[in-house]
């Protein structure tokens, strides 16, 4: 493995006119190690499930010390990039990135900008409508299938009485209405807040819980709003399909982000 070469050109310092100069700083060679391997991770010249060469091999190859190459492994391993097992006979396993490696993070972004759950819930008006007005645009309509595959599982999840699992499961329904689409950038943030949201979901129904009639008649609500939603798109109805489910989310949140939690600030610590 060859450390990607580095330089960093410039003016003699009697030439520079400037009022004053910021100190530069020149990254570590175990900085510039971890931007290599990552690179080759993003790249795809390493993959998922990939062994890096074990420790002494590259500490040969490279001409570094042990330090250094430990404290570059720290670096990915923070990033979720490659996992180290101490003792193990093999080098460390490359991990690709994912929505899931960087959600918790998000969450504690979130959370220390003082977010607000109906910040969150908010944000599922921006995106979900245009997801289901693309879906129902296209002429391949395999989506509608995915769709109505989920929402069976759902209706077994309500027949059985397993309301922690439907709820997790709605969320899951809202992703995929996403991931349809084929929109990376989209299904990304929604990935990101699926965790916070399906966590306020459970939370809710603790602090407030229902009687069960009052949750099997929400429960279908829900299931015959999807199954609407499955038919625009079926229909090549994109207008009816954006609309349809804008009123979904508008009354969804609601139901999830009553008048008293609309100031309540994000907790993904707890």
Known sequence: MDLMSRSISGTDSAERTDAF???????KTAELL?????????????????????????KSSLGIS????????????????????????TGARVHQPTAQAVSRYAGYVLQ????????????RLAIEPFCAWRLAKRKDKSSAD???????????MVNEGRHTDFLIGLVEFHRLIVQETGNRTLLLITTMLQ???ARHQIDLQRRRPLDQETQRKRAHWGLRSFAKLIDLIRQSDPEGAAAHWQLHIINANRNWVPKEDQGLLLNVLG
């Open 21 to 27: 100069q910021l100190p530069m700083r020149f990254p």
């Open 195 to 197: 965790d916070v949201t």
């Open 146 to 156: 995915v769709l109505e595959a989920e929402a069976n599982k759902l209706t077994a």
């Open 112 to 123: 220390s900008q003082n977010t607000t759950i109906g910040d969150i819930y908010d944000a």
């Open 34 to 58: 971890a931007d290599d391997i990552r690179n080759r991770i993003i790249r795809g010249e390493l993959k998922e499930g990939d062994y890096l060469p074990l420790e002494g091999e590259l």
């Open 66 to 89: 042990r330090p250094t190459l430990r404290e570059a492994f720290r670096i990915l391993e923070a990033e979720k990039l490659i996992s180290v097992v101490r003792g193990s006979r």
